[in-house]
């Protein structure tokens, strides 16, 4: 019967009392309060595995964890119904027939049983709130590895908490991987303490690659006779973030070994502090320690502090630190720029060569954990440093992106159709669902009130994106349903026969069919104004279409096919002189660019949610308030109405009257999000990317001779969409091409068969772009498209 | 020689046209299996391509997807056999590539072998891998081709025949 103790806290000891599979974990609390336990070891996420053995709840009455044999607690999880599974947070990459562990969401109780050895992997996934506790003791001769995996890419803010205890039996090997990656709104702290005994060695690794503030301490003791600490410490810090390090180690013993490498690097305004500290007490002769501490800094408002220090009590010993902390060289910069390297490039070399180092030494054991690391330096220095128009802009917040298809990395260039989702978005229509469901403007409960809230508020932001009020936004399903509304509601009203309709020969479907069919009940008749071969409006045609006096005008801001950027404020401008109510397209538009609806002074416009990193099933109808109340509904039902009796009806006013039924909720709430999201990069952002993509794109494109582009030449009334087409080869087979190469275009006509029979094509491909998109995308599509070259023998 | 062996010796020519030495380099091997040699030469050279002056079987379609468009002409004799059959079109290179593969496999046949075809067959036929998103192109020649034989016959087309799904 193996027994260890260990005191978590003052009031509270653990002890893992163990007997070849058979073990309890035990924790004593001074004070009598479960509260206090559950905290440690909440029962809910209590998963453990340790060959034969498995944990199971935590008992009510002694306040201890039992462990027993994994079939039985499959068991018990089937009536808790939950789950073990190998995605549970604690991987173990060789079961320890006589080890026990026990893991929970907030901490690791791993006792190794002596000679055992393995990797074991906590991953610290969740975002919240954190604090764990771990205690590791390493019975005699194991051999353990313990990669704490913090990789995070939520945005959300947090603070974080980390204790762990380590004790090492005699010739035991323990090795703690701190993998730290974090936004910049969580806060961090950490505090190891080890006890070294004979002969055992402590292998510690922290990257400490970004994160708001962090404040890691370290002790450890080496009470054995030649115990062995080796420490090694990267911290690559950005913006405001402050990192501080306070590493203690105590030779109590003979023959102790210390052996701790700092290496920091501070970019922006961002502060490091690294103390690390050797005391060798009189009990320790003869023992061999080294520390070294190195910083640069690489922006004039970084700053780094490297304080070695060393107390030596005893008269043998080998002991020595140095330090430095230093500017980034502008020699070797200019040195490897002279040897092709472009100057980011240069600059990552140095600084992911000056921090990786450390890791390359001999008495460092390889591990999955340091091949983390190098990835998470080159990762973390690509996010500082990079070009969005290179790697794409925030690429990391679109988890779909991060996948091969057909084995190859996915370019995914349909963005016109529909846009990839960030994790916020669906975060937030997550916690939408999981906390604050509930009918809206309907119940006076709580839930009711706050959804009601969340769904008024994301009404609000809509307004604001494109400088409307939110009385003006109705909400819908997609720019298709609101087109629908708006026409059959005018057809009803304003439309009589013989009036005229003005659209435009680059309309997509959803702004030619919905017209189609108001004119069929009123008859009335629809004008088309002609696209020149450079694939603008004709100006010819638009004033012989105005001088019909058309009752409505309406017409894309930007097109799908040829991505014109149609002048939207002048249009409106002639079309309100010719006496029409004017409908604007933004499908196109409000994704890639700011819209000010009152600066187009436009009656109506309408766009999609789903178009814009929102969810889909929303969209968007903004109407102009005097028109908005002048209409009678398109739907009736529930919602809209103010008081309803079988002999009479009356309808709300504002927006509300066009929202019938229960709306798509968690999608409003979710564009809302996206919008957020789209707001803080700034919409005057999101368009100088996609026109520099545009750009990029169109040279290269037309450097490919086979390649027929359509639609104007002059980029800058272009917005992020192009067609093309290669050779006389049908856009599908190009497209089918393309995607073996993983490169996702739309093919085919487009939903615009009029435009496509103006051009005289069937169909064309078309790259479209968003903010994640990068100039690799348009390379791959480049490179894609010579393979199709080949293939069709062109 | 009768008609079963006809189509498979088709079948082998095609297989044995479809050698990968016959491709460039750099070209992705699931090309190669797509768009192989001889589905390039159908869609390049149709055979049966035009039309016929006093059809007795004719139906047009379109795949709006692709906006493909498959129109067929056929004449058949007294015994029901299919004397002369001719297609036009436009569209990708599947679609236009089947139905070239498929009116050249149905000259002379009876047209009670149009009725029997299948899915299945047609797709044997074509010899390539084709995806979901793909499907449509590759079986809208059946499709309006047995459009065509049952009016000629007089009857409906079942719904899930028609389908190209």
Same mark, same amino acid.
């Given at each position: 019967?193996?027994?260890?103790?260990?005191?978590?806290?003052?009031?509270?000891?653990?002890?893992?009392?163990?007997?070849?599979?058979?073990?309890?974990?035990?924790?004593?609390?001074?004070?009598?309060?479960?509260?206090?336990?559950? &905290?440690?070891?909440?029962?809910?996420?209590?998963?453990?595995?340790?060959?034969?053995?498995?944990?199971?709840?935590?008992?009510?009455?002694? &306040?201890?964890?039992?462990?027993?044999?994994?079939? #039985?607690?499959?068991?018990?999880?089937?009536?808790?119904?939950?789950?073990?599974?190998?995605?549970?947070?604690?991987?173990?990459?060789?079961?320890?027939?006589?080890?026990?562990?026990?893991?929970?969401?907030?901490?690791?109780?791993?006792?190794?049983?002596?000679?055992?050895?393995?990797?074991?992997?906590?991953?610290?996934?969740?975002?919240?709130?954190?604090?764990?506790?771990?205690?590791?003791?390493?019975?005699?001769?194991?051999?353990?590895?313990?990669?704490?995996?913090?990789?995070?890419?939520?945005?959300?803010?947090?603070?974080?908490?980390?204790?762990?205890?380590?004790?090492?039996?005699?010739?035991?090997?323990?090795?703690?991987? #701190?993998?730290?990656?974090?936004?910049?709104?969580?806060?961090?702290?950490?505090?190891?303490?080890?006890?070294?005994?004979?002969?055992?060695?402590?292998?510690?690794?922290?990257?400490?690659?970004?994160?708001?503030?962090?404040?890691?301490?370290?002790?450890?003791?080496?009470?054995?006779?030649?115990?062995?600490?080796?420490?090694?410490?990267?911290?690559?810090?950005?913006?405001?973030?402050?990192?501080?390090?306070?590493?203690?180690?105590?030779?109590?013993?003979? !023959?102790?070994?210390?052996?701790?490498?700092?290496?920091?690097?501070?970019?922006?305004?961002?502060?490091?502090?690294?103390?690390?500290?050797?005391?060798?007490?009189?009990?320790?002769?003869?023992?061999?320690?080294?520390?070294?501490?190195?910083?640069?800094?690489?922006?004039?408002?970084?700053?780094?502090?490297?304080?070695?220090?060393?107390?030596?009590?005893?008269?043998?010993?080998?002991?020595?630190?140095?330090?430095?902390?230093?500017?980034?060289?502008?020699?070797?910069?200019?040195?490897?720029?002279?040897?092709?390297?472009?100057?980011?490039?240069?600059?990552?070399?140095?600084?992911?060569?000056?921090?990786?180092?450390?890791?390359?030494?001999?008495?460092?054991?390889?591990?999955?954990?340091?091949?983390?690391?190098?990835?998470?330096?080159?990762?973390?220095?690509?996010?500082?440093?990079?070009?969005?128009?290179?790697?794409?802009?925030?690429?990391?917040?679109?988890?779909?992106?991060?996948?091969?298809?057909?084995?190859?990395?996915?370019?995914?260039?349909?963005?016109?159709?529909?846009?990839?989702?960030?994790?916020?978005?669906?975060?937030?229509?997550?916690?939408?669902?999981?906390?604050?469901?509930?009918?809206?403007?309907?119940? @006076?409960?709580?839930?009711?009130?706050?959804?009601? !809230?969340?769904?008024?508020?994301?009404?609000?932001?809509?307004?604001?994106?494109?400088?409307?009020?939110?009385?003006?936004?109705?909400?819908?399903?997609?720019?298709?349903?609101?087109?629908?509304?708006?026409?059959?509601?005018?057809? &009803?009203?304003?439309?009589?026969?013989?009036?005229?309709?003005?659209?435009?020969?680059?309309?997509?479907?959803?702004?030619? @069919?919905?017209?189609?069919?108001? !004119?069929?009940?009123?008859?009335?008749?629809?004008?088309?104004?002609?696209?020149?071969?450079?694939?603008?409006?004709?100006?010819?045609?638009?004033?012989?279409?105005?001088?019909?006096?058309?009752?409505?005008?309406?017409?894309?801001?930007?097109?799908? @096919?040829?991505?014109?950027?149609?002048?939207?404020?002048?249009?409106?401008?002639?079309?309100?002189?010719?006496?029409?109510?004017?409908?604007?397209?933004?499908?196109?538009?409000?994704?890639?660019?700011? @819209?000010?609806?009152?600066?187009?002074?436009?009656?109506?416009?309408?766009?999609?949610?789903?178009?814009?990193?929102?969810?889909?099933?929303?969209?968007?109808?903004?109407?102009?308030?005097?028109?908005?109340?002048?209409?009678?509904?398109?739907?009736?039902?529930?919602?809209?109405?103010?008081?309803?009796?079988?002999?009479?009806?009356?309808?709300?006013?504002?927006?509300?009257?066009?929202?019938?039924?229960?709306?798509?909720?968690?999608?409003?709430?979710?564009?809302?999000?996206?919008?957020?999201?789209?707001?803080?990069?700034?919409? #005057?952002?999101?368009?100088?990317?996609?026109?520099?993509?545009?750009?990029?794109?169109?040279?290269?494109?037309?450097?490919?001779?086979?390649?027929?582009?359509?639609?104007?030449? #002059?980029?800058?009334?272009?917005?992020?969409?192009?067609?093309?087409?290669?050779?006389?080869?049908?856009?599908?087979?190009?497209?089918?091409?393309?995607?073996?190469?993983?490169?996702?275009?739309?093919?085919?006509?487009?939903?615009?068969?009029?435009?496509?029979?103006?051009?005289?094509?069937?169909?064309?491909?078309?790259?479209?772009?968003?903010?994640?998109?990068?100039?690799?995308?348009?390379?791959?599509?480049?490179?894609?498209?010579?393979?199709?070259?080949?293939?069709? &023998?062109? | 020689?009768?008609?079963?062996?006809?189509?498979?010796?088709?079948?082998?020519?095609?297989?044995?046209?479809?050698?990968?030495? $016959?491709?460039?380099?750099?070209?992705?091997?699931?090309?190669?299996?797509?768009?192989?040699?001889?589905?390039?030469?159908?869609?390049?050279?149709?055979?049966?391509?035009?039309?016929?002056?006093?059809?007795?079987?004719?139906?047009?379609?379109?795949?709006? $997807?692709?906006?493909?468009?498959?129109?067929?002409?056929?004449?058949?004799?007294?015994?029901?056999?299919?004397?002369?059959?001719?297609?036009?079109?436009?569209?990708?290179?599947? $679609?236009?590539?089947?139905?070239?593969?498929?009116?050249?496999?149905?000259?002379?046949?009876?047209?009670?072998?149009?009725?029997?075809?299948?899915?299945?067959?047609?797709?044997?036929?074509?010899?390539?891998?084709?995806?979901?998103?793909?499907?449509?192109?590759?079986?809208?020649?059946?499709?309006?081709?047995?459009?065509?034989?049952?009016?000629?016959?007089?009857?409906?087309?079942?719904?899930?025949?028609?389908?190209?799904?």
């Amino acid at each position: 019967m193996a027994t260890s103790k260990q005191s978590m806290k003052e009031d509270l000891m653990v002890s893992i009392q163990s007997d070849k599979g058979d073990g309890y974990l035990i924790i004593e609390s001074k004070e009598v309060s479960p509260h206090k336990i559950e &905290r440690f070891c909440s029962a809910e996420n209590t998963i453990a595995q340790s060959g034969k053995t498995s944990v199971s709840w935590i008992n009510e009455h002694d &306040r201890s964890i039992r462990f027993m044999p994994i079939k #039985e607690a499959i068991t018990a999880d089937a009536q808790n119904k939950k789950k073990i599974s190998s995605n549970s947070p604690f991987f173990t990459s060789t079961p320890q027939p006589e080890s026990n562990l026990a893991c929970f969401e907030a901490g690791v109780f791993l006792d190794a049983a002596e000679g055992s050895s393995g990797t074991f992997r906590h991953i610290l996934v969740s975002d919240a709130n954190l604090a764990d506790r771990s205690i590791v003791t390493c019975g005699i001769g194991s051999d353990i590895t313990l990669i704490i995996d913090q990789r995070s890419t939520a945005d959300t803010a947090a603070k974080r908490n980390g204790y762990l205890e380590a004790k090492l039996d005699e010739r035991s090997t323990l090795m703690i991987i #701190e993998l730290q990656r974090f936004n910049n709104k969580v806060l961090q702290s950490t505090t190891i303490n080890a006890e070294v005994g004979k002969m055992a060695k402590l292998i510690h690794i922290v990257a400490t690659i970004g994160g708001g503030e962090s404040d890691s301490k370290n002790n450890f003791i080496i009470t054995g006779h030649g115990g062995e600490v080796i420490q090694r410490h990267v911290t690559l810090s950005s913006g405001k973030e402050d990192h501080k390090t306070d590493t203690q180690i105590i030779h109590r013993s003979q !023959c102790g070994k210390s052996d701790v490498a700092v290496r920091s690097v501070a970019d922006g305004n961002s502060k490091i502090v690294s103390h690390s500290t050797v005391r060798i007490e009189t009990s320790g002769q003869k023992s061999v320690s080294r520390v070294t501490d190195h910083s640069m800094m690489i922006s004039p408002g970084a700053r780094c502090e490297s304080i070695p220090s060393m107390e030596i009590l005893a008269n043998d010993v080998q002991a020595g630190h140095s330090a430095s902390t230093c500017q980034l060289d502008l020699e070797n910069i200019f040195y490897l720029q002279s040897r092709g390297l472009d100057e980011a490039e240069a600059k990552k070399q140095i600084v992911t060569g000056f921090l990786k180092g450390i890791f390359d030494e001999e008495n460092l054991p390889s591990s999955s954990g340091v091949v983390c690391i190098n990835e998470l330096i080159e990762d973390r220095f690509e996010t500082l440093h990079h070009d969005p128009l290179t790697s794409g802009m925030n690429r990391g917040d679109f988890p779909i992106l991060n996948q091969k298809i057909n084995g190859k990395p996915l370019a995914y260039l349909d963005n016109a159709a529909t846009t990839q989702k960030p994790k916020i978005v669906l975060d937030v229509m997550e916690s939408y669902y999981l906390k604050d469901n509930a009918n809206i403007n309907r119940g @006076v409960h709580t839930l009711g009130e706050r959804a009601t !809230c969340q769904y008024e508020s994301a009404r609000k932001k809509v307004a604001r994106f494109i400088n409307a009020k939110p009385s003006e936004i109705v909400f819908v399903r997609n720019a298709t349903e609101a087109i629908n509304l708006i026409a059959y509601t005018l057809a &009803r009203q304003k439309m009589r026969v013989s009036d005229r309709i003005l659209l435009t020969a680059m309309e997509h479907h959803s702004n030619i @069919v919905p017209w189609q069919l108001a !004119c069929a009940e009123t008859k009335a008749m629809i004008d088309v104004v002609d696209v020149t071969t450079d694939g603008q409006l004709d100006p010819e045609s638009l004033r012989r279409g105005l001088a019909q006096s058309p009752k409505i005008f309406s017409f894309t801001h930007v097109s799908n @096919v040829l991505g014109t950027i149609n002048d939207a404020k002048e249009l409106t401008r002639r079309g309100h002189q010719a006496g029409a109510i004017v409908v604007v397209d933004g499908a196109q538009s409000a994704p890639h660019m700011p @819209v000010d609806v009152k600066d187009i002074d436009c009656d109506v416009f309408v766009f999609s949610g789903h178009k814009m990193l929102g969810p889909t099933g929303i969209g968007v109808l903004y109407m102009k308030q005097g028109l908005l109340n002048e209409l009678l509904p398109f739907l009736g039902g529930g919602g809209m109405i103010k008081e309803v009796s079988f002999e009479k009806v009356s309808f709300k006013s504002g927006p509300e009257r066009f929202e019938a039924g229960t709306p798509d909720i968690a999608g409003a709430v979710g564009l809302g999000a996206a919008i957020d999201y789209l707001e803080t990069i700034g919409m #005057e952002n999101v368009k100088a990317h996609n026109d520099a993509l545009l750009a990029y794109a169109w040279g290269k494109l037309s450097s490919i001779k086979q390649v027929k582009l359509y639609g104007p030449a #002059e980029l800058s009334i272009r917005a992020g969409a192009i067609s093309f087409n290669l050779g006389d080869i049908h856009a599908h087979d190009v497209s089918s091409v393309l995607d073996e190469e993983g490169v996702e275009i739309r093919a085919g006509n487009h939903c615009a068969m009029p435009l496509m029979d103006r051009m005289g094509v069937a169909s064309t491909c078309r790259a479209s772009f968003h903010i994640y998109n990068s100039k690799r995308d348009i390379d791959q599509l480049i490179e894609a498209l010579k393979k199709a070259i080949k293939v069709f &023998r062109l | 020689m009768n008609e079963k062996t006809d189509v498979d010796a088709g079948k082998e020519g095609k297989q044995t046209a479809q050698t990968e030495d $016959s491709f460039p380099d750099g070209v992705p091997f699931e090309s190669r299996l797509m768009y192989t040699e001889i589905l390039l030469d159908y869609y390049r050279n149709p055979r049966c391509f035009g039309t016929i002056e006093n059809y007795h079987v004719h139906a047009r379609d379109t795949n709006p $997807s692709c906006g493909d468009v498959i129109e067929f002409f056929a004449r058949v004799n007294r015994d029901k056999v299919i004397t002369d059959i001719k297609f036009t079109g436009k569209g990708c290179a599947i $679609s236009q590539a089947a139905a070239s593969m498929l009116a050249e496999a149905m000259m002379g046949k009876n047209i009670d072998e149009i009725v029997k075809l299948d899915k299945k067959q047609m797709l044997d036929m074509i010899g390539i891998p084709i995806s979901m998103m793909r499907l449509k192109c590759a079986l809208l020649g059946m499709k309006v081709l047995k459009v065509g034989v049952y009016q000629y016959l007089g009857k409906e087309v079942e719904e899930d025949e028609s389908s190209t799904d």
